[in-house]
């Protein structure tokens, strides 16, 4: 499977972004999809998740601002992000789920995209 992840930029705190994820060469319909990111000097961190029936879960950190979402007919999973800080900022990731915990990342690391927030 090829995970890519899109979208990212610099913006400034209280804008938006939408980041997109292209899964290929699995079964992504079947598949528990989650958002991660990692900031410099610390480890990565599971933000949101959705499951292959579009139930969603998010990190206390992002509650109320992001919004994970799924195309399956289009292999793509979306994080839409508001009103966002300065602590957001990092290299965001996606990954397919294990269903045993729908936590732990089930892929190698694909491309992530830079998300920078300015104060």
């Known amino acids: 499977v090829q995970l890519q992840a899109s979208g990212g930029g610099l913006v400034q705190a209280g804008e938006s972004l939408r980041l997109s994820c292209k899964a290929s060469?699995?079964?992504?319909?079947?598949?528990?999809m989650g958002w991660f990111r990692q900031a410099p000097g610390r480890l990565r961190e599971l933000v949101a998740t959705i499951t292959t029936g579009g139930s969603a879960n998010y990190a206390d950190s992002v509650k109320g601002r992001f919004t994970i979402s799924r195309d399956n007919a289009k292999n793509m999973v979306y994080l839409q992000m508001n009103n966002l800080e300065p602590e957001d900022t990092a290299v965001y990731y996606c990954n397919t789920l294990l269903p045993s915990d729908l936590r732990t990342p089930v892929f190698f690391w694909g491309q992530g995209t830079q998300v920078t927030v300015s104060s």
């Open positions: 060469g699995g079964t992504f319909s079947a598949d528990a």
